[in-house]
């Protein structure tokens, strides 16, 4: 079992950065994926970022394009994502999730574990 650990999240203005981390414990192996997820209310979970296992190749929403960055420590087993200009649309629960093999997905259903989720919310 892969348990996955979010935190970072808060209440921050419009224009203002917020900076998540995601640390992952357990029988993760290797090679894995992770990424951010993200769901509002009353909306589908939506595809943020995704980072390789070598972290040489990463993939963003056109939403947060330029805005977010996802990096990762595998000595650490964590990811982060850097999130600036945030916007009020940017408000959500942010996932962290683990996907088995060396391909990167957008796609969540792909992905093997999911962490708790943490509250982003966006002021304007």
């Known amino acids: 079992q892969v348990q996955l650990v979010e935190s970072g999240g808060g209440l921050v203005q419009a224009g203002g950065s917020l900076r998540l981390s995601c640390a992952a414990s357990?029988?993760?192996?290797?090679?894995?994926?992770m990424g951010w997820f993200r769901q509002a209310p009353g909306k589908e979970r939506d595809f943020v970022a995704v980072i390789s296992w070598s972290g040489g190749n990463t993939n963003y929403a056109d939403s947060v394009k330029g805005r977010f960055t996802i990096s990762k420590d595998n000595a650490k087993n964590t990811i982060y994502l850097q999130m600036n200009s945030l916007k009020p649309e940017d408000t959500a629960v942010y996932y962290c999730?683990?996907?088995?093999?060396?391909?990167?997905?957008?796609?969540?259903?792909?992905?093997?574990?999911w962490g708790q989720g943490t509250q982003v919310t966006v002021s304007s």
């Open positions: 999730a683990v996907k088995r093999g060396w391909t990167t997905s957008r796609a969540g259903y792909e992905y093997d574990y």
């Open positions: 357990g029988r993760t192996g290797s090679p894995y994926v």
